[in-house]
Antibody, heavy 115, light 106 residues
Framework: EVQLVESGGGLVQPGGSLRLSCAVS????????MNWVRQAPGKGLEWISY????????QYADSVRGRFTISRDNAKNSLYLQINSLRAEDTAVYYC????????WGQGTLVTVSS | DIQMTQSPSSVSASVGDRVTITCRAS??????LAWYQQKPGKAPKLLIY???SLQSGVPSRFSGTESGTDFTLTISNLQPEDSATYYC?????????FGQGTKLEI
């Protein structure tokens, strides 16, 4: 069974940092590119980052470029998102998702940026 | 960036009805389009990929079509469990972009 489990969310002050993790199982992780997608409370879906299988191709949305860093450890079947310089507008549920067309998603982890 | 304009923003229908949701891409995306269903508090679920291919396990009452830069999700024989928000997404070029969403009430 394919599973993606995010962790690392929480309450953080503006300007703070968090590292989100996505642990996967049930498929060969190193053969799938991965995405991070977020959803602010009551809002729509926003794609924020992509990483290829070998990490050779990494892409970001303009809204997070320079503050967020995506990475993966294929040996640990894990995807990461380092988020720095957090702003109130980064408050959202963050999802990891498998594939260019995301066929499997985690349950999401909530990041709340507030003083 | 490619803009995805989705309509309508909301729709109300009855059990057994047919509903159509449309996404228009601001430029050609060569069938790199997916449709997702999201229920409150849940992760999105892939329904359709490559504009018209039905994801495994998704009921056949869901279908997708493509005409140039216009993409349509049709849900036939609506069921109560189809009440959800639906999103289109292009995966042709970065940044990948979603439509604004369509809330379907049954």
């Amino acid at each position: 069974e394919v599973q993606l489990v995010e962790s690392g969310g929480g309450l953080v002050q503006p300007g703070g940092s968090l590292r989100l993790s996505c642990a996967v199982s049930g498929f060969t992780f190193n053969t799938f590119p991965m995405n991070w997608v977020r959803q602010a409370p009551g809002k729509g879906l926003e794609w924020i980052s992509y990483i290829s299988t070998s990490s050779s191709d990494i892409q970001y949305a303009d809204s997070v470029r320079g503050r967020f860093t995506i990475s993966r450890d294929n040996a640990k079947n894990s995807l990461y998102l380092q988020i720095n310089s957090l702003r109130a507008e980064d408050t959202a549920v963050y999802y990891c998702a498998r594939g260019m067309i995301s066929d499997y998603w985690g349950q999401g982890t909530l990041v709340t940026v507030s003083s | 960036d490619i803009q995805m304009t989705q309509s309508p923003s909301s729709v109300s229908a009855s059990v057994g009805d047919r509903v159509t949701i449309t996404c228009r891409a601001s430029q050609g995306i060569s069938s790199w389009l997916a449709w997702y269903q999201q229920k409150p508090g849940k992760a999105p679920k892939l329904l359709i990929y490559a504009a018209s291919s039905l994801q495994s396990g998704v009921p056949s009452r869901f279908s997708g079509t493509e005409s140039g830069t216009d993409f349509t999700l049709t849900i036939s024989n609506l069921q109560p469990e189809d009440s959800a928000t639906y999103y289109c997404q292009q995966a042709h070029s970065f940044p990948f972009t979603f439509g604004q969403g369509t809330k379907l009430e049954i």
